[in-house]
């Protein structure tokens, strides 16, 4: 989804598709019950030109303004190349998150539930590519939750929504 959550992922008129439904009838059980984590990607081999067109939709679509502090997805230099840093959902905002507001869904995507929430920063904090948001004006974090509204915005389509 994209910052904040799926009810405002749907606000902004985004349908993710359901990467379950392309699996083929007739696999295993086990396959089946594998637990699949979804999560935004970088193609490789692909260049960003670093237009800054997934920033500003994640942070537009959430936060209703451009700015690159307000989007879960940044931009930086590496190697004289712009290179796309996304949440890979690795999980330390959960452990260190003491009011259990962080939590991993069934498709692996870790979401904020923002009632439970405290604002305490701790999850930015130690979040080690600085993709998870808290800015002043609001009471809660935010971070990527895989929506794909900076996918449909790339016009280089460096960016992708993936399973594995």
């Not at 959960?94 to 069934?106: D, L, M, Y």
């Not at 009632?115 to 009471?139: A, M």
Request: a positive charge.
């Amino acid at each position: 989804m994209g910052c904040l959550g799926l009810d405002n992922a749907e606000k902004v008129g985004y349908n993710a598709k359901d990467p379950d439904a392309s699996r083929q009838k007739g696999s295993s059980s086990a396959q089946k019950k594998e637990q699949r984590m979804k999560r935004l990607a970088v193609k490789k081999g692909v260049e960003c030109m670093a237009c800054l067109q997934c920033v500003r939709a994640c942070s537009e679509a959430f936060y209703k303004e451009f700015h690159q502090d307000k989007a879960c997805i940044r931009i930086v230099e590496k190697n004289g190349e712009a290179k796309p840093i996304t949440c890979v959902q690795c999980g330390k905002c959960a452990k260190v998150c003491e009011a259990g507001a962080i939590t991993q869904n069934p498709k692996g995507v870790y979401m904020i539930n923002k009632k439970l929430c405290t604002g305490c920063g701790k999850c930015k904090e130690v979040c080690p590519f600085g993709v998870l948001v808290k800015v002043p004006e609001s009471e809660t974090s935010s971070k990527c939750i895989a929506c794909g509204i900076c996918v449909k915005a790339c016009p280089m389509e460096v960016l992708e929504i993936v399973e594995k």
